[in-house]
């Protein structure tokens, strides 16, 4: 017979043992499911992480004239080195830098000893000439007067009228170079050819003066600095706006907040090969002396358009690398899609676009150098990017 005093405790252990099994299965598999789940967040998270939040910029158009700054230099109205006309000694001189003269004011003598004896040994020889013509015209005189009474020939007569005449030739001669050395002694007393300041002395009492012209070492260096000229090299990009309308103004270092107006007198009108750019000349007052000849400005240029529209992007959504110019922009998928463009005019903080972009296209701002085509990305900020915007 079975005993079934025991079959209770046993099934009811058994039942505990199953229970038991499937309690710990649900929690392993819990725990499976947990770790699984959160793998997949976490890759998930990485991938989210992965895509790059950027800026975007609408190209717009602009309209009329356009701001354009550039480097220049100043240069005095006029500026002259003085150099010696003869040779000789340094006697005095009556002015050192920074000396305000006027035109035909005393800058320095030079002692001439030998052109002295120069100019005295041609008087001398102009005398001498004046004595052997005057013998000369008497003698053709009275050769003259003998041939009415048959004395001499004719032939005779000539020659000796023709010595007159060499002898005439003479004194001009030896005349002309004593007028040469007269106008030289001149030079002895060198003088300012216009109003305006001593910018340079390189010379002393005593010094040995060579006669120079252009190529010696200069004496003086007076500059009227009055008026001051500009130059500024405009790049070629630009030059159809430069006209009479040009309108200017000068910025220097060493006046902060200052500005001075400038005019356009004239331009190059040809490009520099080695510059690419055109060079204009523009008319400062410098009337209260506050400019300085040889310094360097940023020369404000005012272009006039001519209504003329072009399409503009901030300079710091440029790429520059392998494949050129590009920018990033952002297709309908939200993927990059990258364009390459052509630079029209470069206005510092702002560039206008001449060709690759249009307005509709939402350009990425300080795109990061790991940014490629296709790559997913997150628009974090769409904003205008309108000249005033850009350039404020």
Known sequence: MVDRKHDGPRARRHVIAIVAVLIVGAIVGEGVWSRAHARAGLETWTQQQAIATVNVVQPAFTQGAQQLVLPGRLAANYDAPIYARVSGYLKTWDVDIGTHVHKGQVLAEIETPDLNAQLSQAQADLANANAAAQLAQSTAKRWQQMLDTDSVSQQAVDEKTSDAQVKQAAVEAARANVQRLAALEA???????????????????????????????????????????????????????????????????????????????????????????????????????????????????????????????????????????????????????????????????????????????????????????GDPVRIARAAHAGAADAQG
Do not use: W
């Not at 003088?191 to 004496?219: C, K, M, S, W």
């Not at 040009?246 to 200052?258: C, D, H, M, S």
């Not at 490009?271 to 002396?289: F, P, Q, W």
């Open 187 to 373: 030079y002895k007393t060198i003088t300012a050819p216009f109003d305006g300041i001593v910018t340079e002395r390189h010379t002393d009492i005593g010094d040995l003066i060579n006669a120079g012209g252009g190529q010696g070492p200069e004496l003086f260096r007076v500059a009227d600095e009055r008026q001051l000229r500009v130059y500024v090299d405009v790049p070629q990009n630009d030059a159809a706006a430069i006209g009479s309308k040009l309108q200017a103004t000068l910025t220097v270092p060493e006046r902060p907040g200052k500005v001075f107006d400038a005019q356009y007198v004239s331009s190059a009108s040809a490009v520099n090969t080695a510059t690419g750019a055109v060079t204009i000349e523009l008319l400062c007052d410098n009337a209260k002396g506050q400019l300085i000849p040889g310094a360097y400005t940023q020369v404000h240029l005012t272009l006039d358009g001519g209504g003329a529209r072009a399409l503009q992007i901030p300079s710091s959504a440029l790429m520059l690398g392998d494949h050129g110019v590009r920018v990033a922009t952002i297709g309908a998928d939200g993927r990059v899609v990258m364009k390459p463009v052509t630079i029209s005019r470069d206005l510092g903080q702002v560039v206008e676009i001449g060709a690759g972009i249009g307005p509709q296209d939402r350009v990425v701002d300080n795109p990061p150098d790991s940014l490629e085509q």
